[in-house]
């Protein structure tokens, strides 16, 4: 924005305190001006007459010493609230020093202001956290986003080898050909909607609605059911009421991405999934539990980035397109909710959704 040229801030408060102490100065040697005139009317001599003119006095006197102090004070208060104004913003400098390194696209630098709590700092200590947060946002963007390039790029380059060998080779059995394309194809138009929705709920752009979170986990189980039961995994759900607000159709995403993951990511034979849902201290609270391999602790915690799958990189002969714990993760901090990975003693994973619970009508 173009703005036309201005007095410093530092200007106007040495300005403001210069003014406000020649102010004072003047009020004070009103008042003893004032002072001095009413002892000199009140004077008088034997026969009733004035003992001596006061305000000639006064003038004579008094005004050239109250000229003198007021000079002294318009210069003591200039230097003083020059050097005191820029002392106190001393600490705005450093912060405005750190947002043009920002703006130069270095999210590295922190102010980290020392010093006693007040205003200036308080600022500070938000700037350095806000910087941290978009640090933090711009690294998982730029990883997310070459992922996604490596992703995408593999069904492509499988469409152009196999559009190249029937076009080379025209004996080639054209109807395998036409089937790896439609897995391919299907493969990339799957990826596409998973990054659609991921999009979709890193902007948070629904309308909310009020939702019951039990519905949700059973219109997961019984779609997911057939998948279950191929896969030979038993399915348990345990629902309460779980009044929520949100979108249903993230939310039923949410579960149904939940769901899915337990059931492909089990044992092999005679694997379980558990499906609760409940309220507890006003929250809404969806536990998807597996049993399956063990997994270690610090790599749990990278199960919800992209394109991550068990203690690897997805590939693209697995299950799925690698976003489904992204898309939880998006989804549930689209809802002001947290989402917890714990590992299980025994192996597998137990995954815990909290949600800020629907608070019902008064009636």
Known sequence: MDRAPGLSVRLKLTLSYAGFLMLAGALALAAAGVFLLRQGW????????????????????FAPTAAAVMV????????????LAGRMLAPLA?????TRTAATGSLSHRIQMPGRQDEFRELADAF???LARLEAHVAEQQRFAANASHELRTPLAISKSLLDVARTDPSHDTGEVLGRLQAVNTRAIDLTEALLLLSRADQRSFTREQVD??????????TLLPLAEKNGVTIETRSDITPASGSPALLLQLTMNLVHNA????????????????????TVILTVENTGEKLPPHLVSTLT?????????IHANQTGVGLGLAIVTSITRAHDGTLTLTPRDT?????????????????
């Open 305 to 313: 980035e992209p394109f991550q799958r068990g203690t690897e990189r």
């Open 128 to 130: 350095d956290a806000m």
């Open 263 to 282: 059931i492909v990511h089990n044992l092999s034979e005679q694997g379980r999934v558990w499906v609760t849902t409940g309220v507890h201290s006003g």
């Open 72 to 83: 002294f004070l318009l210069v003591f208060g200039l230097l003083g609230g020059w050097i």
């Open 213 to 222: 979170l039990s519905l949700m986990a059973e219109e997961a189980t019984e």
């Open 94 to 98: 450093r912060i405005t020093n750190a």
């Open 347 to 363: 192996g597998g994973l137990r995954i815990t959704v909290e949600l800020p619970a629907r608070m019902s009508p008064r009636s």
């Open 42 to 61: 009140l004077q008088t001599n034997e026969e009733g007459a004035w003992k001596r003119n006061p305000v000639i006095d006064f003038v004579q006197g």
